[in-house]
């Protein structure tokens, strides 16, 4: 392996006269990497073990020198120190999925051409998962994602104010979203560059900024109009309905749970959608068209997991999580064989939630038919 891929050159948001950080979150997946060494490892130490300067190990830590410059080989064997010095294993895999994020990211930060072709765009050339797309909205939204919060401790003792997670000034954010705004706008409607628009979508929906809201809604309301089922604006509307919870707007996923999930191909997309969100199918997909094909490559049990999670969730996304629940088990029966304890807390939060939770008449009406086959089942 060579070299690894330059990084493009940034402009705006720190001045012309230098370059802006980058590789901001692999940098901070590698600081809290070291801070999970048992025994306390400074910058010193850490750069002592991999045969480089204190300054060069600070630098990768701020993006001041970014991960995503160094070669192939020092990276794995930056890693390997990690693990050797004892660093949390799961952290250290995190700094490779954050070469990925940073990748979209900073990709989102140039100043460029924006009528680029989609496959030149990160965001158009793959199917991207949830633990990437988390890492990517880190910085954006100041939430900690899934995969770190798991992991990372959080009774570290550090001296000072220090950061919570990968920081972006307020205009370099709005820099960034301003990109995605353009992207979708220029992709909306193209046969080619629809995963593109998607992905756009997604990562536009963490702006908070006053006008973002109405945005979100009329990129929903631009979408044809979808009766029942897949069809090619399944995975933008069912992206746009979800995201439009966080603006406050739950109705429109919840209508979606009901007639994107009218039929058996959507259904089928809607459970390879998850599987594929929370790393179940290990292929990557170049698009989205995979979502309607028949079920299979994937058990079921991480999506289980998944949905146990959910269901007592805003409105809206309760409301998908249990209709998505009902075709799990249906097309997965043997997933309650598989973890009893699982399977009996599942049934404790769906009765639960039939007598306090807030859901659409549907969604109630499925949660009640898997309390029922889980109280069967557990019988």
Same mark, same amino acid.
């Given at each position: 392996?060579?070299?690894?891929?330059?990084?493009?050159?940034?402009?705006?948001?720190?001045?012309?006269?230098?370059?802006?950080?980058?590789?901001?979150?692999?940098?901070?997946?590698?600081?809290?990497?070291?801070?999970?060494?048992p025994e306390r490892c400074s910058q010193e130490r850490l750069a002592q073990a991999a045969g480089v300067s204190p300054d060069t190990e600070a630098g990768w830590e701020t993006g001041r020198r970014p991960l995503a410059a160094i070669k192939t080989a020092q990276f794995v064997a930056l890693?390997?120190?990690?693990?050797?010095?004892?660093?949390?294993?799961?952290?250290?895999?995190?700094?490779?999925?954050?070469?990925?994020?940073?990748?979209?990211?900073?990709?989102?930060?140039?100043?460029?051409?924006?009528?680029?072709?989609?496959?030149?765009?990160?965001?158009?050339?793959?199917?991207?998962?949830?633990?990437?797309?988390?890492?990517?909205?880190?910085?954006?939204?100041?939430?900690?994602?899934?995969?770190?919060?798991?992991?990372?401790?959080?009774?570290?003792?550090?001296?000072?104010?220090?950061?919570?997670?990968?920081?972006?000034?307020?205009?370099?954010?709005?820099?960034?979203?301003?990109?995605?705004?353009?992207?979708?706008?220029?992709?909306?409607?193209?046969?080619?560059?629809?995963?593109?628009?998607?992905?756009?979508?997604?990562?536009?929906?963490?702006?908070?900024?006053?006008?973002?809201?109405?945005?979100?809604?009329?990129?929903?309301?631009?979408?044809?109009?979808?009766?029942?089922?897949?069809?090619?604006?399944?995975?933008?509307?069912? %992206? &746009?309905? @979800?995201?439009?919870?966080?603006?406050?707007? #739950? =109705?429109?996923?919840?209508?979606?749970?009901?007639?994107? /999930? $009218?039929?058996?191909?959507?259904?089928?997309?809607?459970?390879?959608?998850?599987?594929?969100?929370?790393?179940?199918?290990?292929?990557?997909?170049?698009?989205?068209?995979?979502?309607?094909?028949?079920?299979?490559?994937?058990?079921?049990?991480?999506?289980?997991?998944?949905?146990?999670?959910?269901?007592?969730?805003?409105?809206?996304?309760?409301?998908?999580?249990?209709?998505?629940?009902?075709?799990?088990?249906?097309?997965?029966?043997?997933?309650?064989?598989?973890?009893?304890?699982?399977?009996? %807390? &599942?049934? @404790?939060?769906?009765?639960?939630?039939?007598? #306090? =939770?807030?859901?659409?008449?549907?969604?109630?009406?499925? /949660? $009640?038919?898997?309390?029922?086959?889980?109280?069967?089942?557990?019988?």
């Amino acid at each position: 392996m060579g070299e690894r891929a330059s990084t493009p050159t940034l402009t705006g948001g720190q001045g012309s006269d230098r370059l802006p950080r980058q590789s901001l979150i692999s940098g901070y997946v590698l600081r809290l990497a070291r801070e999970s060494v048992p025994e306390r490892c400074s910058q010193e130490r850490l750069a002592q073990a991999a045969g480089v300067s204190p300054d060069t190990e600070a630098g990768w830590e701020t993006g001041r020198r970014p991960l995503a410059a160094i070669k192939t080989a020092q990276f794995v064997a930056l890693k390997a120190t990690l693990i050797r010095l004892g660093a949390a294993p799961e952290l250290v895999r995190l700094m490779e999925v954050a070469l990925e994020a940073d990748q979209l990211l900073d990709h989102a930060r140039v100043v460029a051409d924006h009528h680029e072709p989609a496959s030149f765009h990160p965001l158009g050339a793959y199917v991207h998962r949830r633990e990437v797309v988390e890492l990517v909205a880190w910085p954006l939204s100041c939430r900690t994602p899934t995969a770190i919060a798991a992991v990372s401790s959080s009774s570290r003792q550090r001296r000072g104010p220090v950061p919570t997670g990968p920081e972006l000034a307020v205009p370099e954010r709005a820099q960034v979203f301003d990109h995605l705004r353009r992207v979708a706008e220029a992709s909306r409607g193209s046969d080619t560059a629809g995963l593109l628009h998607r992905q756009a979508l997604y990562l536009q929906s963490y702006d908070r900024r006053p006008d973002a809201g109405a945005w979100m809604a009329e990129q929903y309301r631009l979408l044809p109009r979808q009766r029942s089922g897949w069809s090619p604006q399944w995975p933008a509307a069912r %992206t &746009l309905a @979800a995201s439009l919870v966080r603006y406050g707007n #739950a =109705g429109t996923l919840i209508d979606f749970s009901h007639y994107g /999930l $009218a039929d058996e191909a959507g259904h089928i997309a809607n459970l390879n959608y998850w599987a594929y969100w929370v790393g179940e199918l290990s292929l990557i997909e170049r698009d989205d068209s995979f979502m309607p094909i028949k079920l299979d490559g994937w058990h079921g049990e991480r999506i289980l997991r998944h949905l146990a999670t959910r269901l007592d969730a805003e409105e809206g996304v309760a409301d998908l999580g249990i209709h998505t629940l009902r075709t799990l088990l249906a097309a997965r029966p043997q997933l309650l064989d598989d973890d009893r304890v699982l399977t009996a %807390t &599942l049934s @404790a939060t769906a009765e639960h939630l039939l007598e #306090a =939770g807030k859901m659409s008449p549907n969604a109630r009406q499925a /949660l $009640a038919e898997v309390h029922y086959a889980l109280r069967l089942h557990n019988r």
